[in-house]
């Protein structure tokens, strides 16, 4: 037996458009993050989800809503699952950050564990916050089937922490609007990766 952890992206956002760095601004879903999320939930209707956990935010709670709509189910929202808060980044473009910030942009880039961006949170924090109320919800619905809705530096710090990896490789991992990532924790604690950052539901929604 395992417990399964469907761990979702929230769909795409005007800031998204923008190449706005979002952070913990409550920036809503645009029409096509919308549809993002319910090409998702018609892709994940004939999964079993036993339970869905959202990040407080906006733009993931409406995306968890709208797949929860599919089992119905309730949404429980978690302070702990929110974005990461990116301090005097939030609300500029990623040019911007790139011409104001020129070298920290580079650490934040390249080793984000050493990236000190003021009145942001630190890389290691979001994932210690994330990590231990995933343990502590696995430990709840222990050989169930659960999803979380989050965002991605948040979903990057989780999967490598669940993972048992170094911050190191959060570059390396990438996250897409309403990507979903599938991951098997065994009884004996192991966690096994079963799917990354898959988008195969909005190929079929363009045909």
Request: hydrophobic share 40%; aromatic share 8%.
């Amino acid at each position: 037996m395992s417990t399964r952890l469907f761990i979702v992206r929230h769909g795409e956002t005007s800031w998204n458009k923008l190449k706005k760095i979002q952070g913990i601004s409550n920036v809503d879903l645009t029409d096509e993050g919308v549809k993002q999320a319910y090409l998702l939930s018609q892709r994940l209707k004939h999964e079993k989800i036993d339970v869905i956990f959202s990040s407080d935010l906006d733009r993931a709670y409406k995306t968890a809503s709208l797949i929860a709509k599919e089992f119905d189910l309730d949404v429980i929202k978690l302070q702990e699952f929110r974005e990461i808060s990116f301090g005097v980044w939030e609300g500029l473009t990623i040019d911007e950050i790139e011409k104001l910030y020129k070298d920290l942009y580079h650490t934040w880039r390249t080793n984000p564990s050493e990236a000190i961006i003021d009145g942001a949170e630190k890389l290691e924090a979001v994932q210690k916050r994330i990590l231990s109320m995933t343990y502590k919800i696995v430990e709840q619905y222990k050989n169930k089937n659960i999803l979380i809705v989050s965002h991605a530096t948040s979903i990057k710090a989780l999967i490598l922490g669940l993972l048992n990896l170094d911050l190191s490789f959060y570059p390396k991992i990438r996250q897409d609007n309403t990507a979903l990532n599938i991951i098997d924790i065994k009884d004996d604690g192991k966690c096994v990766l079963v799917l990354l950052n898959d988008t195969c539901h909005l190929r079929s929604g363009n045909n």
